[in-house]
């Protein structure tokens, strides 16, 4: 049995669905029969853990037009367990199947009652669509009861299927008007609406309701005050739509309660507006058709798809071949900086390889050369300067005298030495006049070489530029210079890429992007060849098969506008017979409305309860009521 506020609410929706589905009619004469009676059924299904149902109640809406009191009896295909007057005091009486009341009316009166069936009868009940509703927690399958406290991601899957389908053979003209007559499966019109599905923003984030194309519709979310409501509607009318389809709702869920949601099926009549919609779109679809074939054309045909499709694809084959030469001379050139796997530690002058036959490029040589000046020449030019300077000190100055000649003294002290010993002789002639003079040009000399300056010669003086020490600073202006080139060709060779051994690029990114400008060209020359030329070949392809499959799309949408309107016809036959579920006053006009309620989840007291969601609009229509249901009349099904 429903909870007292759930019935309310239950109630009002049922007399929204009820007024809704009602014709306008006016008020009739006496007499003893009803001038017309509406029976309009609300099929409310409560889904157990297991996704099975646990419970079946019938509200029904029982309108009499008319003037007097009528007998009105209505007719139950199931055993009920209860039955209950929700609002009148009519008595009802039930036995054998049949549902008696006495109805006093004056212009229409009204007889809502509840119906509960029997447990043993549920299983008999032949539904026109399946729910299969399935819980997970972190991708595994629960019940909901499980998911009461928990935190992690949630997935709920809804499988709704209509099981009205049956084969019928319908006639229907083919494009040159002969009739045909062609088996198709027929089913009864339905839509499924998931409504009332409400999650609190404070225990839930990443909301999402994804659809698959033609199979699964997307669901409508929309957050207000704090929590994020989402629906679906689902049509279930082939051939239009799938007579199977299902709706899925993930989100990331923490302490998890879940208030009861809604599934609701309703029979959808098929109009002529619709008809005639369909007519005009299929026609729009014929034209379509018809343009899309111009439009793809042939690749030898100007101004079509195919034509032009052509013309890019061998415009990007010149690329490709532009792109191979510039990358091919650019490797040479990369080759020639700085060649692959050169060893510099093994390098031999004379064979002017490594030790791996390898010549240098041009950035090795340069490397080459500054190495030969740093670690020789410059030293070089120290040593020399080294030994100059000990010449300088074995030569010493005209001052020196007085010591005794030895392996320490300088030249001058012995010149010196000699010429006192050989005052007045010729010899003192001879090296005053002949070996001091050449000594004193050697020691001018000896420093100029080192230092720079004016060399003295027997025919007189010169200036001598390459000194040791211009040479050293030249040899180190050199190895700087040489550093310098060494450095952009250094960032050339960077920026042309790293080789590996067989010669091409190595693939080489940085932030997503080729890092040199052989992998770029490299790389771009693949992605042309690899990707672009074979997407415009498939472009080509499938144009081509679009373009060859027009033609049959204009027959089959030929046959379709004939067929739509046989189609229409026997889907609206099917849903007239589809008018009641419990069963229905004789010559009563009929409907039935389906709703299945899915367990609460919480966390508080019992773990699942049932009921439907508010609504808003019939939470109006309650107020204007201003009455609740009576509470004094239920009894079991088989008290009269």
């Known amino acids: 049995m429903l909870r007292k506020p759930k019935l309310h609410q239950l109630l009002i929706l049922f007399m929204v669905l009820s007024l809704v589905l009602a014709p306008a009619l006016s008020a009739a004469g006496p007499g003893a029969v009803p001038e017309k009676v509406i029976d309009n059924e609300l099929v409310v299904s409560t889904l157990g853990q297991d996704g099975s149902i646990e419970g079946m109640q019938v509200l029904n809406h029982i309108r009499v037009f008319g003037e007097g009191t009528y007998p009105v009896q209505d007719t139950s295909r199931f055993k009920l367990a209860s039955i209950r007057n929700l609002y009148g005091s009519e008595k009802i009486n039930y036995s054998d199947s049949q549902i008696n009341v006495n109805l006093n009316t004056q212009g229409f009166s009204d007889l809502y009652y509840l119906a509960e069936l029997d447990k043993e009868e549920i299983a008999k009940a032949d539904l026109p669509v399946s729910i299969n509703l399935e819980f997970y927690l972190d991708g595994k399958k629960v019940q909901p009861a499980q998911l009461a406290g928990r935190t992690g991601k949630i997935k709920i899957v809804c499988e709704v299927e209509n099981l009205t389908g049956e084969s019928q053979m319908l006639e229907f003209k083919d494009p040159e008007g002969q009739p045909i007559t062609k088996e198709m499966m027929v089913y009864t019109p339905y839509a499924v609406s998931v409504s009332g599905v409400q999650l609190d923003n404070d225990k839930f984030a990443n909301i999402q309701a994804p659809g698959v194309p033609e199979v699964s519709p997307e669901g409508v979310l929309t957050n207000v005050q704090g929590v994020t409501s989402v629906s679906w509607t689902v049509p279930l009318i082939p051939p239009a ?156 100055t005209s001052a020196d005298s007085g010591q005794e000649p030895s392996a320490s003294t300088s030249l001058y002290n012995d010149i010196n030495y000699l010429k006192a010993a050989t005052a007045g002789t010729p010899a003192h002639q001879v090296i005053t006049n002949a070996i001091e003079p050449k000594l004193q040009a050697m020691n001018n000399n000896v420093k100029v070489f080192r230092d720079g300056g004016t060399m003295v010669t027997s025919t007189g003086s010169m200036a001598f530029p390459a000194s040791v020490t211009a040479v050293e600073l030249g040899s180190k202006t050199l190895s700087e210079k040489l550093g310098q080139l060494d450095g952009g060709l250094t960032m050339a060779v960077i920026g042309l890429g790293a080789l590996d051994a067989n010669g091409q690029p190595v693939k080489t990114m940085v932030n997503g992007k080729p890092a040199s400008l052989l992998y770029a060209l490299d790389y771009l020359q693949d992605s042309i060849s690899g990707q672009m030329i074979p997407g415009i070949t498939q472009l080509q392809d499938g144009a081509g098969q679009i373009g060859s499959g027009a033609l049959t799309a204009k027959d089959a949408i030929n046959v379709g506008l004939q067929t739509s309107p046989v189609m229409m016809e026997a889907m609206n036959q099917k849903l007239a017979t589809a008018d009641t579920f419990l069963g229905k006053p004789d010559g009563a006009t009929g409907s039935v409305t389906y709703v299945f309620q899915t367990p609460e989840i919480t966390t508080e007291g019992q773990a699942v309860k049932y009921g439907l969601g508010a609504i808003a609009v019939a939470l109006i229509l309650l107020l204007a009521v201003g009455r609740p249901p009576k509470q004094a009349f239920e009894a079991p099904a088989e008290q009269a």
């Open 241 to 396: 739509y799938p007579a199977k389809q299902y709706i899925v709702l993930e989100a990331d869920g923490r302490n998890i309660e879940l208030p009861s949601f809604n599934i609701g099926v309703m029979p959808v009549l098929p109009t002529t507006s619709s008809i005639d919609n369909l007519t005009g779109s299929l026609t729009q679809l014929y034209d379509g058709f018809d343009q899309i074939a111009k439009g793809i054309g042939a690749s030898n045909k100007d101004a079509t798809l195919l034509y032009g499709l052509s013309a890019v694809k061998d415009g990007l084959h010149q690329v490709v071949d532009g792109l191979g030469t510039v990358k091919s001379n650019l490797t040479t050139i990369r080759v020639g900086l700085a060649t692959p796997n050169f060893d510099a530690s093994s390098y031999d002058m004379g064979s002017g390889t490594d030790a791996n036959g390898l010549q240098p490029g041009a950035k090795d040589a340069i490397g080459l050369m500054k190495n030969t000046i740093d670690t020789q020449l410059l030293a070089a030019f120290g040593g020399q300067k080294l030994a100059l300077g000990l010449m300088e000190t074995a030569i010493g």
